[in-house]
């Protein structure tokens, strides 16, 4: 087994990850080589992938945004995680990781921030009004600017590149509204992915516009998101769409 840099033309070995986890993100991982490719590692078996790195920079902090193991490698995941510690210079690291693997990284001194929930929906019927009225409140027509000005206050950092061109992808679905905003992705031919999603303070009533419209326009297949664990407006407005908790998972720094 090789571990090292991600190389050139890794779309092409990567069935063993494709198999092993149906939610792998390729074009998450495409869009962040292409835009810090020294953050980006893999361990190659036999000329194949069998577990790959990510992370995006942003002023504050590194993230890692993709990492996958073949069969839960615990070992290579750990070792991938190591070796991207190596080769940053001190940056604060956050990483949103199963809790199956959160001895791996307390190991690697990561502290668990809060834990989160991840929520699928898989076309369960549910009755609402989705109205054209609506559908104009929800258009995403002032969606840089909201997402601009939320995502800052969120994160206490500029992140409009990532949020105008490297979290933007060609079937990317923007909603909002004055108060909030949703981003959607496909992530495969299953699977729909939300995020981010942000919200201001005590505006459920356009979540839940937004959650209606993700549920509208994208129906037809399954969609997954990621709530914290404490908060339970946002858990109890999932639940009663009929998203189900498929897995708990740790933000870690």
């Known amino acids: 087994m090789f571990l090292g840099y991600l190389k050139n033309g890794f779309e092409d070995c990567l069935d063993q990850i494709e198999k092993s986890n149906v ?34 920079a942003f002023d504050t902090h590194l993230y890692i945004n993709v990492l996958n193991v073949v069969d839960d490698g615990k070992d290579i995941l750990k070792r991938l995680v190591a070796l991207l510690l190596k080769n940053i210079s001190g940056e604060n690291v956050l990483i949103l990781i199963e809790e199956k693997f959160a001895k791996e ?90 995020s981010p999603w942000i919200m201001a303070n005590e505006a459920f009533l356009d979540a839940e516009k937004l959650l209606r419209g993700v549920l509208y326009y994208r129906g037809l297949k399954k969609i997954f998101g990621f709530a914290p ?15 189900e908790i498929t897995g708990i998972l740790n933000l870690c720094t």
């Open 23 to 56: 939610l792998f993100d390729l074009e998450l991982l495409k869009k962040t080589y292409q835009a810090y490719p020294q953050y980006c590692f893999a361990a190659y078996q036999n000329s194949q992938i069998i577990g790959v790195i990510s992370a995006y």
């Open 105 to 194: 990284l307390e190991e690697l001194s990561f502290v668990t921030y809060c834990d989160m929930y991840r929520f699928m929906h898989s076309g369960q019927a549910v009755a609402f009004n989705f109205s054209n009225s609506t559908a104009k409140h929800v258009s995403g027509e002032h969606y840089d600017e909201v997402s601009r000005k939320l995502d800052k206050k969120a994160f206490y950092s500029n992140r409009e590149t990532y949020l105008k061109q490297d979290c933007v992808f060609s079937n990317s679905l923007k909603l909002s509204t004055d108060y909030g905003f949703l981003h959607s992705y496909v992530v495969n031919k299953r699977y729909i992915k939300i």
């Open 229 to 243: 664990k404490n908060e339970k407006e946002i858990v109890d407005l999932y639940q009663s769409y009929k998203f």
